[in-house]
């Protein structure tokens, strides 16, 4: 093919993408975009907490088992002594 039609061929689809892209395939509108930013955030937040709850219960088992095993070995060294 000859250098002229492929440049044309590129210029005509690059303006077919242009056109398609403003008018058939239009951006967000405005409401749409805050209509989805509240529902990302209200379900990020339930998130958040559901995740900080599990952590904290899985801190406080961790904790107290790690404090039983210290309990049981002072007492497992005052009784050898």
Do not use: K
């Not at 492929?6 to 405005?30: C, D, E, K, N, S």
């Amino acid at each position: 093919m000859d250098v002229t039609v492929l440049i044309t061929i590129g210029v005509l689809a690059a303006g077919l993408g242009i056109v398609l892209g403003r008018y058939v395939w239009p951006a967000v509108r405005a409401s749409d975009r805050d209509a989805l930013t509240a529902a990302q955030t209200e379900v990020g937040g339930s998130y958040l907490a559901r995740n900080q709850a599990h952590c904290q219960q899985t801190f406080v088992s961790g904790a107290s088992r790690v404090i039983s095993w210290l309990e049981s070995r002072s007492t497992d060294r005052h009784q050898s002594a």
